[in-house]
């Protein structure tokens, strides 16, 4: 029963995804005139799942050379939550070889999962997680020389006792504002319309920052995007992606800063640690449908 239901909840938020998306919510003359009191907006990438260990048109370097290379911000810099163990991440040569290329470039390294899999941390026993985040942790010290400050729970997910272990680790969780909702679910990889739905989650966010919901760091409001870099779909649509971001801050009325991406680590980092949960009680909020997939669930 329990596998059937699992498998049923793929099946809803693949058509979930794939479904129709909602139209922006419009731009009314307050929200206008409240946002000219908020600092202007700065997108901070971010990248789950990989590095890619594939050998054959590896995504998490496609990635890497467009962030490197594009004529939107060239030297764009992301955080990259990572799988440090699992076989078709970082457990092998070529995943490795990627997460020093990923600290060499200036990216910061934040910690998913050490497990063999994309485990809910929340279905791991206390010694089980206390073992991953462990292995984690001196994971990514082995690249980095420092262990991670930053950790995204697999699926979004975590409770008091995964926020707990987290805070003895150091780490803080960051969950995200827009997602591309290209995470792989049962083959289901790629977006349609990738640019409604960025739009679409853009007009939400701006209600935010309008109300002053989202912090001011370094004189920008930081929103969160998250894509896939072991997702080659989107590997293939980055530049495009980084261009339909400036098209959506456009259209719904969201100025944008000079430079509309972080191309600094240090400042990345500041960015980062202002968007962090810093309690376990805090109500968030999440794209799309994640939140209603949680609803109920103690955080």
């Known amino acids: 029963m329990k596998q059937l239901c699992s498998v049923f909840s793929a099946i809803v938020i693949a058509l979930s995804l794939s479904g129709c998306i909602s139209p922006p919510i419009a731009l009314t003359p307050q929200t206008e005139q409240r946002l000219q009191a908020q600092a202007p907006v700065r997108f901070l990438l971010t990248f789950d799942d990989g590095p890619s260990a594939s050998s054959f048109y590896n995504p998490t370097q496609m990635v890497l050379d467009t962030l490197a290379n594009n004529p939107q911000l060239p030297g764009i810099k992301a955080v990259f939550f990572v799988q440090t163990r699992a076989r078709g991440a970082g457990g092998g040569e070529i995943g490795q070889q990627l997460l020093h290329r990923e600290n060499a470039d200036g990216h910061i390294i934040g910690f998913h999962t ?83 739905n960025m739009v679409r989650q853009l007009s939400e966010v701006r209600e935010r920052i309008a109300n002053g919901d989202i912090p001011t760091v370094d004189a920008v409001t930081p929103v969160i995007v998250t894509f896939h870099d072991i997702n080659r779909y989107s590997a293939r649509h980055i530049e495009e992606y980084l261009q339909i971001l400036l098209d959506a801050a456009q259209e719904t009325g969201v100025p944008l800063a000079a430079k509309p991406f972080y191309d600094d680590r240090t400042t990345l980092e500041h960015a980062v640690m202002a968007r ?24």
């Open 114 to 196: 050490s497990t063999p899999g994309h485990t809910n941390h929340r279905h791991l026993d206390p010694a089980t997680l206390e073992l991953s985040l462990a292995n984690g942790s001196a994971d990514i010290a082995a690249v980095t020389g420092a262990p991670p400050l930053f950790v995204r729970p697999p699926f979004w997910n975590y409770d008091h006792r995964t926020f707990a272990a987290y805070q003895q680790h150091g780490m803080h969780i960051v969950l995200t504002d827009m997602s591309a909702n290209d995470g792989k679910i049962w083959g289901y990889n790629f977006s349609l319309k990738r640019r409604a």
């Open 276 to 299: 962090t949960i810093t309690a376990s009680s805090k109500p968030v909020q999440l794209p799309g449908i994640w939140n209603w997939i949680w609803d109920g669930d103690a955080h």
